[in-house]
């Protein structure tokens, strides 16, 4: 079975500083690797996704995630973190036929002045 | 569009007692699934569907049962519930040619 792990359950960044999420996954295939957002007392929102196209993979608000198959890495990165960016972060890989999805264990994200 | 409904949003139980969450999708999506979610350990699958009529076990379906009957809903049942089935359950679907999925906005259920 597919599983994710994601380093660190809080990071605490500066307005206007990197963000940087960690997430390894373990697959014998190759996977289609996800990064969901939550924001308090909210569902899940699709920040962006690897399926197998560009390494470097762009989403919404900013982040940018790369996939490094040598690593079995797949890290979500912003080069300014916002106020607004405050959610919780979860990683996930699609596995199986009905491309059910495995999470980690998500990172709460905070961005202070 | 609606997406993804899940009613009701909120609930308190009491142990022993029953209830029916509801998803509802509007996308024609063959794939539903049930998650929940529990603080420290991300989501975990409890059980899914690859189409109307067709339901299947998850990573942890113990106490909780699902049907299908029509594509566009998936019920989640809890025949007697336990205070370890306090959570926030989240439902989702995805279209088979497609990628993403689709969370609905979460039923964050209390059993006291």
């Known amino acids: 079975a597919q599983s994710v792990t994601q380093l660190g359950s809080h990071v605490s960044v500066s307005e206007g500083a990197l963000v940087l999420l960690r997430c390894n996954y373990s697959?014998?295939?190759?996977?289609?690797l996800f990064w969901y957002v939550q924001y308090p007392n909210q569902g899940l929102q699709l920040l962006l996704k690897y399926t197998s196209a560009a390494t470097l993979v762009k989403g919404i608000n900013g982040f940018e995630a790369e996939f490094k198959k040598s690593e079995t890495s797949f890290h979500l990165t912003k080069p300014s973190a916002h106020m607004s960016d405050a959610a919780e972060y979860f990683c996930?890989?699609?596995?199986?036929?009905?491309?059910?999805?495995?999470f980690g264990t998500g990172t709460r994200l905070q961005v202070t002045l | 569009n609606a997406g993804v409904t899940q009613t009701p949003k909120f609930r308190v139980l009491k142990t022993g007692q029953s209830m029916t969450l509801l998803c509802a999708q509007d996308?024609?999506?063959?794939?539903m699934y049930w998650y929940r979610q529990d603080p420290g350990m991300g989501l975990r699958l409890i059980h899914y569907s690859v189409g109307e009529g067709t339901t299947a076990k998850g990573e942890v379906p113990d106490g909780y049962n699902v049907s299908r009957l029509k594509k566009q809903n998936f019920l989640l049942g809890l025949e007697s519930a336990a205070p370890s089935q306090t959570s926030v359950y989240f439902c989702?679907?995805?279209?088979?040619?497609?990628?993403?999925?689709?969370f609905g906005q979460g039923t964050r259920l209390t059993v006291v």
């Open positions: 996930a890989v699609s596995e199986g036929t009905a491309s059910k999805l495995t």
């Open positions: 989702a679907s995805k279209q088979i040619s497609e990628t993403e999925a689709f």
């Open positions: 996308m024609n999506h063959e794939y």
């Open positions: 697959s014998s295939v190759p996977p289609y």
